[in-house]
């Protein structure tokens, strides 16, 4: 089982920046695609940025290329998102995922193929 637990979200103003870590307990050695998504009140659940834990390929969404970077302290079994110029429409829960696949440039979005989850963190950005 693993256990993730993010932190660091809360509310800025427009072109801002927040770093959300998330660190991760239990047997994680079979963990090897890392990821981020959000979600916003009446909308589904987006893939924001994943990385292989083995290998450091990482993936984003076009809407946050440029301004998000996902990164990973091995030592610290923690996951990062660094959120720069951020923009109202960033506005959601963010949620760390973890999974025993691998993650690929034409799947890593795909949610239901993370084994878990934990309990987000909201991220507000005001104009």
């Known amino acids: 089982q693993v256990q993730l637990v993010e932190s660091g979200g809360g509310s800025v103003q427009a072109g801002g920046s927040l770093r959300l870590p998330c660190q991760a307990f239990?047997?994680?050695?079979?963990?090897?695609?890392m990821g981020w998504f959000r979600q916003a009140p009446g909308k589904g659940r987006e893939g924001v940025a994943a990385?292989?834990?083995?290998?450091?390929?990482?993936y984003y969404a076009d809407s946050v290329k440029g301004r998000f970077t996902i990164s990973q302290d091995n030592a610290k079994n923690t996951l990062y998102l660094q959120m720069n110029s951020l923009k109202p429409e960033d506005t959601a829960m963010y949620y760390c995922a973890a999974g025993t696949h691998n993650c690929y440039s034409g799947s890593w979005w795909e949610a239901y193929k993370y084994n878990y989850w934990g309990q987000g963190t909201q991220v507000t950005v005001s104009s």
């Open positions: 239990g047997y994680t050695y079979n963990t090897y695609c």
């Open positions: 990385v292989n834990t083995g290998g450091g390929s990482t």
